[in-house]
């Protein structure tokens, strides 16, 4: 099974930029869907976007949409996630996960998900 590793959380503020990575471990992300997902105090987890790795067909949540985008280098068998024009309701601890159930249709769906990363804070402050 894949083993998911995040990092490059951290403190910035509004309007400014952060670069999440999600590195695989065991196995590579070849026969992946690999998703990010945020949870916020007292909140569900909530779906932030997905991409297919063989196709790179990707799929985002409307409220980061044009602000956010996420990649794949195959090369280092990483998964990233751009942030751009960050919010102070982006703070979150960002997951990193992968369904293993490629031809599945995109669309954000949480229970998906096989594998979960340990989390990395983003604190967006105004």
């Known amino acids: 099974q894949v083993q998911l590793v995040e990092s490059g959380g951290g403190l910035v503020q509004a309007g400014g930029s952060l670069r999440l990575s999600c590195a695989a471990s065991?196995?590579?992300?070849?026969?992946?869907?690999v998703g990010w997902f945020r949870q916020a105090p007292g909140k569900e987890r909530e779906f932030v976007a997905e991409?297919?790795?063989?196709?790179?067909?990707?799929y985002y949540a409307d409220s980061v949409k044009g602000r956010f985008t996420i990649s794949r280098d195959s090369a280092k068998n990483t998964v990233y996630l751009q942030m751009n024009s960050l919010k102070p309701e982006d703070t979150a601890v960002y997951y990193c996960?992968?369904?293993?159930?490629?031809?599945?249709?995109?669309?954000?769906?949480?229970?998906?998900?096989?594998?979960w990363g340990q989390g990395t804070q983003v604190t967006v402050s105004s």
């Open positions: 996960a992968a369904d293993p159930r490629l031809s599945r249709g995109l669309g954000g769906d949480r229970e998906s998900y096989d594998y």
């Open positions: 065991r196995r590579t992300f070849s026969t992946y869907i």
């Open positions: 991409i297919r790795w063989n196709s790179g067909n990707t």
